[in-house]
């Protein structure tokens, strides 16, 4: 076990963090727990939320699949399609035209 020392915002995300195996840190930090060198190691990944007055060390969700939105890519209605505006000038004469007849074959 390490003792993590932490400093952080007001959001509860760490800002300045000090790991010991012993001693006592030469500075005054906000939280002191104690961790896994893993966890001393990726404190990137965490944040201190305040549960009541207890201090926790909560790892932060890198996604959260709930508010992420899966559209698929052929997805797109003809409304959602925009159209050239009339001010444009479209070039239509390499363009052949086309007959009901071969349309159909």
């Known amino acids: 076990m390490i003792n993590l020392f932490l400093k952080t ?3 509860g995300n760490i800002t300045e963090s000090l790991a010991l195996a012993e001693g006592i840190p030469t ?7 104690q961790v896994e ?3 001393a190691a990726q ?3 965490y944040k ?3 549960n009541g007055f207890k201090p ?3 790892l932060i969700e890198q996604t959260q699949e709930e508010d992420i939105e899966t559209i698929p890519e052929d997805s797109t209605t003809d409304e959602e399609v925009e159209s ?3 001010d444009a000038e479209t ?3 390499d363009i052949p035209e086309t007959t009901e007849s071969e349309v159909l074959e």
Do not use: G, S
């Open 43 to 45: 404190t990137h990944n």
């Open 27 to 33: 500075q005054e930090y906000f939280f002191m727990f």
């Open 84 to 86: 050239p505006t009339q």
């Open 91 to 93: 070039d239509t004469a």
């Open 56 to 58: 926790e060390l909560v």
């Open 37 to 39: 060198d893993e966890v």
């Open 9 to 11: 915002d007001e959001m």
């Open 48 to 50: 201190v939320v305040l």
